[in-house]
């Protein structure tokens, strides 16, 4: 935070730094860039060119301290060089993740700080000069996406860096970049030990993005390119060549889209027709020649855009808008390799027949650039359930895993690679054993798809005769086809707002009522459940204004924003009586924590169903109004909750997260706590039986309902409504008819008193013994 100035001399002091930073923006950039280049084309050594861009840095901005750090082996940064600082501080180390400089390296994004002190990573360490700079402003070095080092500048008075100072430094980020992987200031060997690859068999965690199986050979998706040219004084010429680079770029794309092997399904061709469209964002190309206007090469200013929009993007916590991120990388490649290489992103030569593709991330057109036949599975780095890559993998059959964190530094192109998409789990130069075992499971697999296919349609009943439905959870109109195909019994969650994400605005009635509208044809008169908007915490709307909230998961979301702006849930309701045509319609509100949202949200539904009557718009006779389970306080509210709800679906995702006090998006505590747990287990258990005993249904539409052990145990509870994503429905339909739940609800009921942590062994012993069907 910026403290307000004490005295006259520091307000003109203030009021000067904001006007030079003013003037800086239209002088500098230009004068920068072509004294950094005139450095870079000299004959120096690296350490004395970096020593002169370094005071270059500081005069042109007017700082008193400029300092570049380099990423060394073992996580630190050695300060390299610096000016106005103290000479016997050169050389000296912080940790990536200490302070201020290594706060930057840890998250790859840029820190402007009028008052550095008042930061929580602030120490006062000799490196940033102790106490006596009050401002501080620090750039990550990145090469491929990878943090190399970081340039910081200071100064003595507060100063408020504005955006074209951090540009200014990024551009000039993007020199040091090369200088520092050209080898001169920290050898090459040091720099791969950065980047340790062993021969050894390795396996890694990440999470399921993709289910099912494959073996092949890793190619590395990463169009690294060197670049030869960064500063260029030809304007115009640099704007032709880029122009012709996106004129070959979207001529390429929209090749590849027609290709015989891009997939059909119609949400696949949304993903990949807004991607076209992101291809020809005018916007972008704007930016692009704006940062040409500043002295860069047509391949800098790319590369200098896209850096800039991932350091505003990483501080966005929204998985949806970091995915847009991953396809704003891809793009850049493409446009990259267009202005480097002629287009060709992929070298098709010496690829193996059995193609594993590892990369950080990928666009959602990545997986067109290979042969359909040959790419058998995917590996991330980073990437999440709603990256449109996973969609578009999921929708070619191909198995991905995501997160595996740092998984380019374990593996060589070539690499035998066995990608388990069913656990998340990737083998890398797995031993033979291993191999035997996953083509043993290959063949089963098959087998099992075969069956699973004879009888996806048929009703899923267990061995003594539970009948349960089995439906899915939908966000968009294109699953509602995948759901008819795979024989879903309904739609059991339809999450509303990922629609709302992509659409650019607020949406009308009418548009809303049209989805709705088409998935009920669609869905045939099986149910469906509209879940009402659930944004918030972790899915902002870009159009939708809400405060920041230090624990958005605790904070303003779902049903809450829906009473506090009741114009949100009654244009929602409205939409939901107008696409019924006066067919029975189920609603769903989530995150309720007291039976007086409920209340509320009826007496909203109440007077919009008035509403409808006045304008003779068909209201249904039964709409049912349901309530999700994700707040432990409505557990000790279940009698008035059932006197009132029509239905309840227990949220598992953030019923576990509430529970536990265990943030669900911390892949450092994804696995602290189980689901099989006795805590967890009477919970569901009592939510079971208290419904059973009003009378009113229960069913469960968290993940967990999606892993067959874990819906084992549920159906045993006594749920006989799951609703589960697309991919995990052969696999609970195959488990469900080898079960017995008269056997196995004794046995969970004995676990419950467990003192143990999880009862997860227990229960996969007795699905050995009992023969359950667990993929
Ligand atoms: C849940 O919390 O379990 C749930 C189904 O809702 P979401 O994952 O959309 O928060
Ligand atoms: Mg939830």
Request: charged share 25%; proline share 4%; glycine share 8%.
């Amino acid at each position: 935070m910026t403290s307000a100035p004490k005295n006259s001399l520091e307000v003109r002091e203030k009021a000067s730094s904001e006007f030079i930073d003013a003037q800086m923006a239209l002088a500098a950039p230009r004068h920068l860039m072509t004294g950094v280049r005139d450095i870079m084309a000299g004959t120096k050594t690296a350490a004395k060119k970096l020593d002169d861009i370094v005071l270059l840095v500081a005069k042109t901005l007017r700082t008193d301290v400029c300092s570049c750090f380099v990423l060394r082996a073992g996580d630190l940064l050695e300060l390299f060089s610096a000016t106005g600082l103290r000479a016997d501080i050169l050389k000296s180390r912080v940790h990536v993740g200490e302070g201020l400089v290594g706060d930057i390296a840890a998250h790859a994004i840029p820190l402007m700080l009028a008052d550095a002190k008042s930061h929580p990573s602030f120490t006062p360490s000799p490196e940033t000069g102790g106490t006596e700079f009050s401002s501080f402003c620090g750039v990550p070095v990145l090469r491929g996406g990878a943090v190399r080092g970081v340039l910081v500048i200071q100064n003595k008075i507060q100063r408020n860096y504005g955006d074209e100072v951090v540009d200014i430094l990024q551009t000039v980020s993007l020199m040091l970049a090369e200088l520092i992987t050209s080898g001169g200031l920290v050898t090459i060997e040091e720099m791969s030990a950065i980047l340790p690859v062993s021969d050894k068999p390795a396996d890694m965690t990440g999470i399921s993005l993709g289910r099912g199986l494959a073996i092949g050979h890793a190619v590395l998706y990463e169009p690294r390119l060197t670049m030869q040219n960064i500063v260029a004084d030809d304007p115009k010429a640099q704007k032709f060549r880029l122009h012709q680079a996106v004129a070959g770029m979207q001529g390429a794309i929209s090749r590849m889209l027609h290709k015989d092997n891009a997939p059909t399904g119609s949400e696949t061709r949304d993903i990949l027709e807004a991607y076209q469209m992101f291809a020809r964002d005018k916007g972008w190309f704007v930016r692009i020649e704006a940062a040409i206007d500043k002295g860069l090469s047509a391949e800098a200013a790319v590369q200098s855009v896209l850096n800039e929009t991932h350091a505003r993007m990483m501080q966005m916590s929204d998985g949806y808008i970091r995915d847009r991120l991953q396809d704003m990388e891809d793009l850049s490649n493409r446009l990259l390799s267009h202005l480097m290489t002629q287009g060709e992103t992929v070298q098709h030569e010496n690829l193996p027949e059995e193609i594993i593709l590892v990369a950080r991330s990928l666009g959602p057109a990545a997986l067109l650039d290979y042969d359909r036949n040959r790419l058998k599975g995917v590996v991330l780095e980073k990437g999440s359930h709603s990256n449109h890559v996973a969609i578009v993998a999921r929708a070619l059959g191909i198995p991905v895993v995501g997160q595996c964190d740092d998984v380019l530094n374990f593996i060589v192109s070539g690499d035998q690679v066995i990608v388990d998409g069913d656990h998340g789990v990737v083998y890398i130069r797995p031993q033979q054993a291993v191999i035997d075992l996953y083509t043993r499971s290959q063949e089963v697999r098959a087998k099992r798809s075969s069956t699973y296919r004879r009888m996806q349609h048929q009703p899923s009943v267990t061995l003594d005769g539970v009948k349960v439905s089995v439906q899915m959870n939908a966000g968009l109109l294109s699953e509602i086809s995948t759901a008819r195909n795979l024989g879903a019994d309904g739609i059991g969650l339809f999450r509303t707002e990922l629609s709302f994400m992509g659409w650019q605005k607020y949406p009308p009635v009418v548009t809303q009522a049209e989805l709705y509208g088409q998935i009920l044809d669609e869905m045939e008169g099986k149910p469906v459940v509209f879940r009402t908007l659930d944004i918030g915490g972790d899915k902002p709307l870009p159009y939708f204004k809400a405060p920041v909230e230090e624990n958005p998961a605790l904070g303003w979301r779902a049903v809450r924003i829906g009473i506090d702006r009741p114009a949100v849930l009654r244009t929602q309701f409205r939409a939901f009586i107008r696409a019924s045509k006066g067919r029975d319609i189920k609603i769903m509100l989530p995150l309720v924590s007291e039976v007086a949202e409920l209340d509320r949200a009826r007496e909203l539904l109440e007077m919009e169903k008035a509403r409808a009557r006045n304008n003779n718009i068909a209201v249904p006779e039964n709409i049912q109004v349901g309530v999700m389970i994700e707040v432990p306080a409505l557990l000790w509210q279940m009698d008035a909750l059932l006197q009132t709800a029509d239905f309840v679906s227990v949220g598992t995702n953030d019923l576990m997260q509430y529970l536990y006090a265990v943030d669900r998006g911390n892949g450092a505590l994804r696995d602290r706590y189980d689901q099989l747990s006795p805590a967890m287990l009477t919970t569901l258990k009592m939510i079971a039986d208290r419904c059973k005993a009003a009378g009113i249904p229960a069913s469960i539409c968290g993940e967990m309902a999606g892993q067959p052990l874990e819906a084992m145990v549920l159906i045993a509870l006594g749920y006989d409504t799951l609703s589960l994503s697309a991919q995990s429905l052969e696999a609970v339909k195959l488990m469900i008819p080898t079960i017995d739940t008269g056997r196995l609800l004794p046995y969970v009921e004995q676990l419950m008193k467990s003192r143990e942590h999880s009862v997860r062994e227990r229960l996969l012993s007795f699905a050995r013994d009992h023969h359950v069907h667990l993929a």
